[in-house]
């Protein structure tokens, strides 16, 4: 299963938005409505940000939104915080009954 | 508060075998999928495997599948990653993490594996 393809870097400045894609296949991003958002800070878990491409849990602002067109999913921060700064990975439930995460984006807050 | 505490990693030795545990807190540890996710010094993550609420079902990433088991003890609140065969590409920091068959919503600080002679 090859690993769902993200942007290594986006960027914004405080108050902009931006948004991170997604790109699966039909075999996953696309199969499924099981796509989910992590977002990870520098030496710490990852924290589920998105899943079931667009609810948030609890706690999540509502900055950040999911959508999902065809085989990419995306991850859209709005009113980006300094806090925003962090990596964030996609996932998605494949034809095979695995998950598969993408490579990561590194998100710069200017 | 929710609790998932990784233990059992270590250096070893490629062709050996390690046994990770991953003991939960402050939920209904039977309600819940669990998963294995491993993440290379300085890259991505990377989905290893998961077990069914009563341990019934299991699923492996290829890379994986026949070297690596996982497997859960309810009464005991306490997950497991049994690795054999281990590799040097097997080196990575492992989380435990819980939620559903397809996203997980608490996830431990993760313990370091690594396979080198």
């Known amino acids: 299963q090859s690993a769902l393809t993200q942007p290594p870097s986006a960027s914004g400045s405080p108050g902009q938005s931006v948004t991170i894609s997604c790109t699966g296949t039909s075999s996953d991003v696309g199969g499924y409505n099981y796509v989910s958002w992590y977002q990870q800070h520098p030496g710490k878990a990852p924290k589920l940000m998105i899943y079931?491409?667009?609810k948030r849990p609890s706690g999540v602002p509502d900055r950040f939104s999911g959508s999902k067109s065809g085989n990419t999913a995306s991850l859209t921060v709005s009113g980006l915080q300094a806090e925003d700064e962090a990596d964030y990975y996609c996932s998605s439930f494949t034809g095979s009954h695995n998950l598969v995460f993408g490579g990561g984006t590194k998100l710069t807050v200017l | 508060e929710v609790q998932l505490v990784e233990s059992g990693g270590g250096l070893v030795q490629p062709g050996g075998s390690l046994r990770l545990s991953c003991s939960a807190s402050?939920?209904?540890?039977?309600?819940?999928?669990m998963h294995w996710v491993r993440q290379l010094p300085g890259k991505g993550l990377v989905w290893v495997s998961r077990i069914n609420s009563d341990g019934s079902g299991t699923s492996y990433a290829d890379s994986v599948k026949g070297r690596y088991t996982i497997s859960r003890d309810n009464a005991k609140n306490t997950l497991y990653l049994q690795m054999n065969s281990l590799r040097a590409e097997d080196t990575a920091v492992y989380y435990c993490?819980?939620?559903?068959?397809?996203?997980?919503?608490?996830w431990g600080q993760g313990t370091l594996v690594t396979v080198s002679s």
């Open positions: 079931d491409v667009n």
């Open positions: 993490a819980c939620g559903t068959s397809t996203w997980s919503n608490y």
């Open positions: 402050g939920l209904t540890f039977s309600s819940y999928w």
